[in-house]
């Protein structure tokens, strides 16, 4: 179970999902403390997380406007797994993030703060 005031990072190329997560966040109690708008920055980010003590990671499963598949978030989970394997992971993307610790979506936005504290 996360605290409270979790500190999370967030991979999410719409600027608007971005600004919605933050304030969603930040509304719970939680700091996104990181964030990345694309998969090279996300992926960059994730030598940081264990630094920056990251408890949840955010993930979108497209960081791109050319594909819808999910792929990215795939990507930027297994750098996760591998830089920082205690940092519980939540798929929200339109398309299922396979493989995260749970896949909320963004048809469930709204129960986002409270599924940090609960993972």
Do not use: C
Request: net charge neutral; hydrophobic share 40%.
């Amino acid at each position: 179970m996360s605290p409270e005031r979790a500190k999370v990072f967030v991979a999410e190329d719409n600027e608007f999902w971005q600004k919605i997560i933050k304030r969603s966040l930040a509304d719970k109690g939680h700091e996104v403390v990181l964030s990345a708008t694309n998969l090279e920055d996300a992926l960059a980010a994730t030598s940081k997380l264990v630094k920056l003590g990251v408890q949840v990671a955010i993930i979108d499963g497209n960081l791109n406007d050319y594909e819808a598949n999910g792929h990215d978030g795939q990507i930027v989970l297994a750098a996760i797994r591998k830089a920082a394997p205690q940092v519980k992971t939540i798929g929200l993307s339109g398309n299922s993030v396979r493989g995260v610790n749970v896949d909320l979506g963004k048809d469930n936005f709204t129960d986002l703060g409270k599924t940090v504290t609960k993972i």
